[in-house]
Structures are given as C-alpha cells and as structure tokens.
C-alpha cells in the first residue's frame, strides 16, 4: 500500500498519511486539542482586553506618533475579534460544504464543532491548507496572551533613527516599561525616557480626547490612576460628567457606547478624591509636570 505524506507547510511535514488524506494524524490531533481549548483561550483574550494588561509587544507602524495616543493597548481586542471570525467563517465554510445546520459562534460551542471537522478536513482537497490556517490563527492569538503582563503602554517613541544617506528619521517603536522602575529606553533607537515624565505627556495628550468608559478607565490607569470602567459609567449615571454630543445635540456614539471627555473624567476623579482627603500626589505631579511643560 503507497502512503503519501502529510501536506502541511506545503509538504514540509513529510509525516506519513492514509490513502485519501492529506494531513497527518499529528497535525489533526493538535489542532482538534487547539480547538478544544478555544474557549479558554477566548476567556483569557477578553480578561485580558477587559483589565486592561500591558504586553511587550514591539510594532513597525509609521503613523503619526500622536494621533490619538492612549496609554493601553487594544491588541488583546482586536486578537479575540480577529480570532472568533476566522473561526466562524472556517465554521460556516464547512457547515456549507457539508450540508449541516451553521454551527454557533459562541465562545464555547465554536471551538468543540470544528473539532468535531477535522477528520474532514483531513481528507477534504484543500484541507492541509485550512489546517495550517486554522493552526496559525490560533497560536498568533494564544502569543498575545501569553506575553508577560506586569509592563505598562507608554505611547509611541519619539526618538530618531539615522538612516543610509545621513538624514534621521522618526522612530515609532510602541513603547512598554517596568512600572517599578524610572527611567527606561527604547528597544530600537536607544532613547532614554523617565517614566513621570513620559506619563505627564500622555497625560497632555490624552485628557482631549473623547473615549467609552472602558477606555477612558483604561488611560487613565495607564497614568497610574485607580480608575474602573463602572465608576465612570457612575459618574456619568449622576451627572458628574456628561456624554459628548455632536452639534446637533444628539450623544456621539462609538460602537453603540456613549463617549466621553477624558478631561471631565479625571476632573471629577480629582475632585472627589480632595474632598475624601485620599492621596492625589500620583496626578498632581503629572499634572504640575504638564504645566510645566505648558509654560515652557
């Protein structure tokens, strides 16, 4: 009987298959068990985006380095989106191919159906490729959550980098440090930053923008602020701050959540803690460094 090989990575594999199939029983049983874990993983993706955990990821972006510039990172987010809709278009993909009822995109009854396909997949014509596919997206989402949580986002570089005919160009790297410690440096230009004073830019920068009340929690306690989703959503439930309207009077949404002004946020986080006599010494400072910066 002639076997031919498992055709994962374009052939690469080399591990021996079935008559009729076209990846082999290593390949299949890993996924299935990805697959199964899905769940999980989709849990850790959204606890992860929910609290607001900083990653030390580096990026290549080129954009403008203060186009709105808030201290968190949505990675997590946009890995859990980008994950559930892989899953669901390999899903109903199949489910079509297969004539069966469309399989749920629930967090928890996705990852158990696919399981349940791959012994199609293995034998189905393009079935290597949507097993390598399925493979990569699940492992580029599992290194997003599994990247160390204990650095804080600090906004992209604004060092310089030379170049071959002499000039510089502006460095963009995302920036991550150490809480606990004062001063950190670029991974990719070398320049050396103070942690107060690159939180006092953010701050500068970040107060004008109009932010959810998830990420309006999340910059404020990118700058070291004790500030939760719920109690800006209370503030705003009391009327000590207010939504954003646009100029027709009607409440400014994004993605059906109302927005509001960072500045009235942390007014009120300011306040509040003034009149309950609690340490403000942590935006004072950042506070006095951006006026400071302001005055210069």
Not at 260 to 287: C, F, N, P, Q, W
Request: with cysteine; aromatic share 6%; glycine share 10%.
């Amino acid at each position: 009987m002639n076997l031919s090989r498992c055709q994962v990575g374009n052939g690469r594999c080399q591990q021996l298959v079935p008559p009729g199939m076209v990846v082999c029983g290593w390949h299949a049983d890993l996924l299935a068990l990805e697959l199964l874990g899905v769940s999980s993983l989709l849990n850790a993706l959204e606890d992860a985006h929910a609290k607001g955990q900083r990653f030390s990821v580096g990026s290549t972006s080129t954009g403008n380095p203060d186009e709105a510039p808030v201290p968190f990172n949505r990675r997590a987010g946009d890995a859990r989106a980008e994950l559930l809709t892989a899953l669901t278009t390999a899903a109903d993909r199949i489910a079509e191919e297969r004539e069966q009822f469309q399989a749920f995109n629930s967090d928890r009854a996705i990852g158990p159906w696919l399981a349940r396909q791959v012994p199609f997949l293995r034998a189905h014509h393009e079935g290597a490729e949507r097993v390598e596919y399925l493979l990569a997206v699940l492992g580029q989402a599992a290194r997003v959550v599994d990247r160390p949580p204990d650095r804080v986002y600090l906004g992209p570089c604004v060092g310089h980098i030379g170049v071959d005919d002499g000039s510089e160009v502006r460095c963009t790297e995302e920036l991550y440090a150490v809480e606990s410690r004062p001063e950190f440096t670029c991974p990719r230009c070398g320049w050396i930053y103070q942690l107060a004073e690159r939180r006092a830019h953010l701050l500068g920068l970040t107060t004008g923008l109009q932010l959810g009340a998830t990420d309006c929690a999340r910059a404020l306690a990118g700058l070291g602020l004790d500030v939760t989703a719920s109690r800006v959503r209370d503030y705003a439930s009391r009327h000590l701050i207010e939504a954003v309207e646009d100029k027709y009077g009607n409440a400014v949404r994004v993605r059906g959540h109302a927005v509001y002004l960072v500045a009235d946020v942390l007014a009120v986080v300011e306040r509040i803690a003034h009149e309950r006599g609690r340490d403000t010494s942590v935006v004072d400072s950042l506070r006095r460094m951006v006026d400071g910066r302001a005055a210069g």
